[in-house]
């Protein structure tokens, strides 16, 4: 069983960055797809960026160009850098870990505000 931790939100200016980290314990990351997702208020639960155990990567289109999600499977630590922040950003950012049902798993979410 793996428990994702996601940490580094907070409040940024636009046009900041931010760096979210997930840390994962219980299990290694080596052969789990890792993605970050998040929620708006309101709003349903998107994906972000997901990178595969093979290391291919996709992002939604509003964070192409923004987001880099990376991994180290060394540490056990997934990645993901936000640059250029909008307002439309704000949301609660999770961490997902998934190999196939039954093993996906969620982190709590870390809170991320773009305002000024």
């Known amino acids: 069983q793996v428990q994702p931790a996601e940490s580094g939100g907070g409040l940024v200016q636009p046009g900041g960055s931010l760096r979210l980290s997930c840390a994962a314990s219980g299990s290694s990351l080596l052969f789990y797809h890792m993605g970050w997702y998040r929620q708006a208020s309101g709003q349903q639960r998107e994906l972000v960026a997901r990178?595969?155990?093979?290391?291919?990567?996709n992002y939604a289109d509003s964070v192409k160009g923004r987001f880099t999600i990376s991994r180290d499977n060394v540490n056990n630590t997934v990645f993901l850098q936000m640059n250029s922040l909008k307002p439309e950003d704000t949301a609660v950012y999770y961490c997902?870990?998934?190999?196939?049902?039954?093993?996906?798993?969620w982190g709590q979410g870390t809170q991320v505000t773009v305002s000024s």
């Open positions: 990178i595969r155990s093979s290391g291919s990567t």
């Open positions: 997902n870990a998934d190999r196939g049902w039954p093993y996906e798993f």
